[in-house]
Every structure is written in structure tokens, then in C-alpha cells.
């Protein structure tokens, strides 16, 4: 502990002392990752590093996998012990059957601080995948020395991508015998802070990422110097297995026969797979690539997402429309398009259409059973996807969604007595990516427990919900959930004598940032573009009249706009409007000071209260 220099040890719960890992490429086939990590951790929020997982399958097995656990003073409490280590299948959840497993090796003491010394080895058949180094995984963890070496014939020429490396830091190459290596060396990062609004850490520390030019995976070969070698590669994999039995063909051919509109006939294909399929996640080898037969899927109704967008194809094609199959990367942030690599984890199901005066894309998402018709949503969309096509397909955008699409828009009207308490009639339309949340429940939940959800996200100190309703709206091109809720609320308002103090925003209330101590070090990541719309108006009693009314407020800047008005209606009632629109977008660390300070002047301005005078009192 005492050797850990101060710089490493501040803000830190965790400094990686040491952190070795050797990259040795045997054949187009196989691969050998060796992996040395040291850490010392410094107290409770660092345990995480203090243990080490370590996977395995047909694919990869494990050589050995041995640890050790030291004292603040360096002295030696054990080697790790059989009762150490656990071994799991690392299922997600919904899978039939996959072959992942992982040995998890824990080392964890109670008392701080202690290190931990793990060493592993796996041989992997599956040179589809390389090495990607990343010493500093998570925030609040320093590292004081880390080295990556990659030994590779020189018939198997590495491709790599650095990314984020100290100023300085490169490949040095060299050669040991037959093989070309590669080295990277990092010293005395200091950890960092989680900071608000700021990208993945995958996006801000040193990283670099290794790829093969050819590969093998059991007997399948192939190249990878670009997206369409790779398209061409997992098309051929799956090509022939898109055969439908006859019977379903000619279902499929009766489903569709009249439909002259090409949107409706696919519309009608994807209801019928939504409605006769369920997803089950199948990984067992080359299973990770290699789809099970169209005829399968039909026989069993099941199948992973490669199955069922394998599927959806093969309905399409009986129904006369032309689609393809799309790799995609989910729920995580996009690809590096700069680098071609296997960097995917799902697939979904693109359909150009070919009829009409304006050329368009139908996107299908096989996996739901209840996500919408041509929607991606935040689990695909705005992200690039790999088209696979017979002579290999190329990265095409899949849907945007902005602001513009991800709309929340309500309208409410709230009656208020003499005495403060107050009732609300409320009906908020979300569309794109501001339905989800409410989709899930409504698609997932009884009343009883849409109910109890939606109480939770009320940002209100004392209400009962009265009614609730929640539907799925008609909309064009986009999924949309209405909600109808009704409210009441004791006390909403303050009264004190001749006057009453009312809390103009109802549900839509921003919190401000808090500033940074010290120097921003990130960007500013706004990661989720939206827009706001509430139009609320209160009913006030009789010999009720406003004392005064709040300045109109508008802001106009890079991070967003906002604006909000009250009025004096003349029937006699108070009319607040509020909008704010936030894009998807970065900016430099420097504009930091200036987001905190637009963000602090949206929260003020959703505080505002009116006050009302009893002028008849």
C-alpha cells in the first residue's frame, strides 16, 4: 500500500498494480489469451475487483486459473482454494440451452486494504474474436502499470484499432522467431469520477482493440479487412436455411392474397410471426451465428433472434417481399463503423420496399411479441446495422429518433378550492421512445399494478390516483400509449389567510446538475433526445384572482430549448404552458459550466408558484 503513489491513490477505490495480457494467435483458428491482473483495493467500493470471472464453452476452455490474496503489509493470507471459485452458467434468462459458462474466482477480505493476484489462460477455437485491452474498466480506479502483447504469424497480420491512449503511447513491433509483435505499455492513470451527463466509460478510457484479417470457426473461414467480407461470411453460414414447409407457405400465400399494398402484406406477415412465435435464446457453438432452419422455428414456434428474423425472411419471401437479415448491436452504444469487426450481439430483420414513388424501409423487431410494427426504439435505434446479403451487404442507419419523434404531450385540467385541495384531469400522449416505459406496463402489468407503477413516477408529496387508463394510441409511424389519469390531491396548494400559493407545474418538474469540483474532465454526452409539451389549466374558485403573474421565460442554446407563459384567461381561469426540447449530442468538456447553468434555470423556472388573492374575503 505504502509504494501506491498518492496521485493513483486519490479519488481511487481500487488501483490495478498490474495488468499483463498476451494475445498469441496460433492458426486462422485458434488463440491463446493469457491474462495477469493485480489489484489492490482500497476499501468497500472496490470489491468488484476482487473477484475475476473467467468464461468458457465448445468454443473456449480454460487452462488454469490460479489467485492469491495479500495483507495491507504484503503478507500472503492464501492461495486461492477449490471453495474459492464457483462455476455458472451464464444463461440470460430466457435461454433453452447455451454452452457459456464462467468460473468465478472470489477473493474478497473484509479487511481493507488487501490485493488480489489472479492468473488465467484460455485457448479459443472461435479467432472470430480478438483481444480487446482495457486495463481501467470502471470509474474511481487508478492502474500503475499495464502492458498488451499480441504475437501473431506473419501470415495472419494484425488489424487494431487504439483508442483514447495517452499522449505518446503506440504499438511498438517487433519480432520473436516467426511472429510479428505487437506491445502497448500504460503507467500511472489516475482514476476518475463518474461525472453527470458524460459518455460510456468504454468511450473514455485507453483502449485498444485487435481483429483478425482471416478466421476460422469450426471449418467456416473467412476474411475481415471489411463489412463486406464479414456480411458475405455469416450470409453464407445461414445460407439455404430460410425453406419453409409447404403448408405454411400456402398459409402465408392466403394471409396476403388481394393485399396490393406492399406495407400492409409485411404488416400482416409480422402480426402472423408475432402472434405464433416466442423468443428463447439458443447458444451452442457455432449456434452464435449459425441459425436453426426456417422449418425448425415453424414446427417449435420458438427460436433466438437469428432464428426468428431467419424466419420472418422466409415468410416474407412466401408472401413475394424481399427482405434481409440485419447484425445490429443492442442495447448498448453503436458500433465503431472505422473498424470492421464482429461487434455485434443481435439481429433484426430490414425490408426495403420496393413499390412506390418514394423509396423507404420497413424495420422489423422478431424478437416481441407487443413491440410495434416498424419500430426500433432505444434498443436498435440510431444505431448502423450490417445488412447480409448474398455477395456480402454494407452498414446501413437504422431509424432515427429525435426529439421530434420521442414526444410526451399532455394536457390537464385542475380544480382548485378555497381551502387549497385540488382535483386533476390528465391525458398524456407519449410517442417513440417516451412510450416504452408506459408500453411495458400496459403490454406486461394488471391494473392493479399499472396503478401502483405509475404512483411511483408521480413526483407528488400527497395525491391518490382515482382513474387510470392506458391505451395504445393510433399514430403515424410511431408506437404511441395514451394515458388518462385522474387525481386527487389534499392540499395541493398552500393557503394562508387571504392568499393561496400554488404550484404552477404539475408533473413536469427538471432537477438541476450539481457543478463539478474541480475541472470538468468529459465531454458533455446528451445520450436521449426528447421534447415536452403540457398545457395545464387551473380552475380557480369564484372571488379567486391571481396577485400576480410570473414573467414568461425562453431559453434558446445548444443544449436545448425551453419556454414557459402563464395567463389570465378570460373565464377566469389560469392557463401554464411549458415546452422543452433536448437533443441527442455531444459537446466539449469547456461547455460544461454553460449546460449546468441552463440546466439550473430550467429548475428554477419549474418551481414557479402563483399566487391567488381572495379578493372577496
Wanted: net charge neutral; charged share 20%.
Amino acid at each position: 500500500m505504502a509504494t501506491i503513489a498518492a496521485a493513483l491513490r486519490e479519488n481511487a477505490h481500487a488501483v490495478v498494480r498490474q495488468y499483463e495480457e498476451t494475445l498469441l494467435v496460433k492458426s486462422p483458428s485458434r488463440t491463446v489469451s493469457t491474462v495477469h491482473r493485480v489489484v489492490t483495493i482500497l476499501d468497500e467500493n472496490g470489491d468488484s475487483q476482487g473477484r475475476e470471472l473467467v468464461q468458457y464453452g465448445q468454443l473456449n476452455s480454460i487452462n488454469y486459473l490460479r489467485g492469491a490474496v495479500y495483507d495491507a503489509d504484503g503478507r500472503l493470507l492464501h492461495n486461492l482454494r477449490s471453495n474459492d471459485v464457483k462455476d455458472y452458467g451464464l444463461s440470460d434468462g430466457s435461454s433453452l440451452a447455451t454452452d457459456n459458462r464462467g468460473r468465478l474466482a472470489d477473493l474478497r477480505q473484509t479487511a481493507y486494504p488487501y490485493t488480489v493476484d489472479f492468473e488465467y489462460e484460455v485457448v479459443s477455437d472461435n479467432s472470430l474474436f480478438y483481444s480487446t485491452w482495457s486495463p481501467q474498466t470502471e470509474e474511481q480506479q487508478a492502474v500503475e502499470h499495464a502492458t498488451f502483447r499480441v504475437l501473431t504469424p506473419a501470415t495472419l497480420p494484425l488489424r487494431y484499432q487504439e483508442r483514447h491512449l495517452p499522449k505518446g503511447v503506440k504499438a511498438a513491433r517487433s519480432q520473436d522467431g516467426s511472429l510479428e509483435v505487437y506491445q502497448w505499455e500504460l503507467a500511472n492513470l489516475p482514476a476518475f469520477e463518474d461525472e453527470a451527463d458524460s459518455p460510456p466509460i468504454s468511450e473514455q478510457v485507453p483502449m485498444v482493440v485487435t481483429a483478425p484479417t482471416t478466421f476460422e470457426v469450426q471449418g467456416h473461414s473467412g476474411s475481415l479487412t471489411s463489412w463486406q467480407q464479414l456480411s458475405q461470411w455469416t450470409y453464407e453460414l445461414n445460407a439455404g436455411r430460410d425453406e419453409l414447409p409447404e403448408t405454411v407457405k400456402a398459409r402465408i400465400a392466403a394471409l396476403v392474397q388481394g393485399e396490393t399494398d406492399e406495407r400492409a402484406r409485411i404488416r400482416k406477415v409480422y402480426e402472423f410471426l408475432q402472434a405464433n412465435t416466442r423468443y428463447i435464446s439458443i447458444q451452442l457453438g457455432l449456434g452464435g451465428w449459425q441459425t436453426f432452419p426456417a422449418s425448425t422455428v415453424s414446427s417449435t414456434g420458438y427460436g433466438d433472434c437469428k432464428a426468428l428474423s431467419n424466419y420472418g425472411k422466409a415468410l416474407l419471401q412466401a408472401a413475394g417481399v424481399t427482405s434481409y437479415c440485419a447484425l445490429v448491436r443492442a442495447d448498448e452504444p453503436d458500433i465503431h463503423t472505422d473498424f470492421p469487426s464482429s461487434q455485434f450481439n443481435h439481429v433484426v430483420l430490414c425490408v426495403p420496399l420496393t413499390k412506390g414513388a418514394k423509396r423507404d424501409t420497413v424495420w422489423l423487431e422478431c424478437t416481441s411479441q407487443t413491440i410495434a410494427f416498424n419500430y426500433m426504439g432505444s434498443f436498435t435505434g440510431n444505431r448502423h446495422a450490417l445488412l447480409l446479403m448474398p455477395s456480402g451487404g454494407h452498414l446501413v442507419a437504422t431509424p432515427k429518433y429525435g426529439a421530434a419523434e420521442n414526444r410526451r404531450e399532455r394536457r390537464a385540467d385542475v380544480y382548485v378550492d378555497a381551502q387549497g385541495n385540488a382535483t386533476a384531469t390528465i391525458r398524456t400522449v407519449r410517442t417513440g421512445q417516451e412510450q416504452e416505459r408506459v408500453s411495458a406496463l400496459l403490454t406486461s402489468l394488471d391494473a392493479s399494478e399499472q396503478k401502483k407503477k405509475i404512483a411511483e413516477s408521480l413526483a407528488l408529496a400527497n395525491f391518490s390516483i382515482t382513474k387510470l387508463n392506458l391505451a395504445a394510441t393510433p399514430f403515424p409511424g410511431l408506437p404511441a400509449v395514451t394515458e388518462t389519469l385522474a387525481l386527487a390531491l389534499p392540499n395541493y396548494a398552500a393557503a394562508s389567510g387571504k392568499r393561496i400559493f400554488l404550484n404552477i407545474n404539475l408533473l413536469s418538474k427538471t432537477s438541476a446538475i450539481v457543478p463539478p469540483v474541480g475541472e470538468r474532465q468529459s465531454e458533455v454526452w446528451l445520450s436521449h433526445a426528447y421534447s415536452q409539451a403540457d398545457t395545464i389549466r387551473f380552475h380557480v374558485p369564484a372571488g379567486v384572482k391571481p396577485e400576480s403573474l410570473p414573467a414568461p421565460v425562453q431559453l434558446t442554446t445548444a443544449f436545448g430549448t425551453y419556454t414557459t407563459q402563464v395567463q389570465a384567461l378570460p373565464d377566469g381561469t389560469l392557463q401554464y404552458v411549458r415546452r422543452l426540447s433536448m437533443p441527442h449530442t455531444r459537446f466539449a468538456r469547456t461547455d460544461y459550466p454553460a449546460y449546468v447553468d441552463f440546466r439550473r434555470k430550467i429548475s428554477t423556472a419549474d418551481k414557479v408558484q402563483v399566487v391567488l388573492l381572495k379578493t372577496d374575503a
